[in-house]
């Protein structure tokens, strides 16, 4: 029997399992058929992979997908149930900040009711964030398309940013309930105030991410100016997203 390497934790070992991790023994590289089986094995397991996962993708992002590409998967929660969980999360939050932000200005107010029109993505930002994913690991791939990561791997680093991008939007709620208890009347948080949030999480998480990965072959200031300009286009493309969705 072949004596086979654990790309996690560097166990040898014989059997289609790792018995130091238990990590899968033919994990593959990252394409279309990965996400193709990662779609229901995600969405119905949930763990505490998951919040080590969302620490890490804050702390080290760049190591997390790199880990995750390089095969190293058993320590970290897969993609797609990842972003779908968020997605739920990020929703399922709004709308009880939105309630209680309701709840609370009718005491002040009780005539006071929500606008009834307002776009449908400024509902579902997190569906938003979703459609733009396949936008950006175009642009990253194209950016890249001389390295070793295909496109599906690309699609894989952009899944996980555009899952914690969601973390804004539950914070700029959290943050404008927080407000009204203060100032015990209507507040919203301006689009300028919200989009600076956006993109300063934004330009970490792609500059350590891409900064990380492609940090070899290239002296640093080349790198810097190459994400730079990658930023630079992302930036056009997530803009151009907002104003086609209403949200600008």
């Known amino acids: 029997m072949k004596n086979l390497t654990c790309k996690n934790c560097e166990e040898h070992f014989h059997g289609n399992f790792c018995p130091n991790c238990g990590q899968n023994a033919h994990e593959h590289r990252i394409n279309a058929v990965y996400f ?55 929703t399922l939050l709004v709308k009880i900040f939105t ?23 400024a509902h579902y930002f997190s569906l938003f964030i979703f459609l733009m994913i396949p936008f950006a690991s175009l642009v990253t791939w194209a950016f890249f398309l001389k390295r070793k990561y295909n496109f599906w791997e690309h699609f894989l680093a952009n899944t996980y940013i555009g899952a914690q991008l969601n973390f804004v939007w539950i ?10 208890l203060f100032v015990k009347h209507d507040f919203e948080f301006n689009f300028t105030i919200f989009f600076t949030f956006f993109m300063t ?33 992302l930036f056009f493309v997530f803009s151009a997203g907002f104003n086609l969705a209403g949200l600008m």
């Open 201 to 233: 999480l934004f330009l970490y998480l792609y500059g350590s991410v891409f900064g990380f990965l492609m940090q070899q072959g290239r002296s640093r200031l080349k790198l810097a100016i190459w994400i730079t300009l990658m930023n630079l286009v």
């Open 171 to 180: 914070l700029i709620h959290l943050l404008n309930l927080i407000v009204i």
């Open 99 to 121: 309630f209680l932000k309701v709840a609370l200005l009718q005491q002040y107010d009780p005539a006071f009711q929500l606008p009834e029109e307002s776009p449908f993505f």
């Open 36 to 90: 193709i089986h990662d779609i229901p094995h995600s969405v119905f397991h949930v763990d505490n992979l998951f919040f080590s996962t969302f620490r890490g993708l804050f702390t080290k992002p760049g190591l997390v997908i790199r880990e995750f590409l390089e095969g190293k998967r058993a320590r970290y929660f897969r993609p797609f149930g990842y972003v779908v969980v968020l997605t739920a999360l990020s």
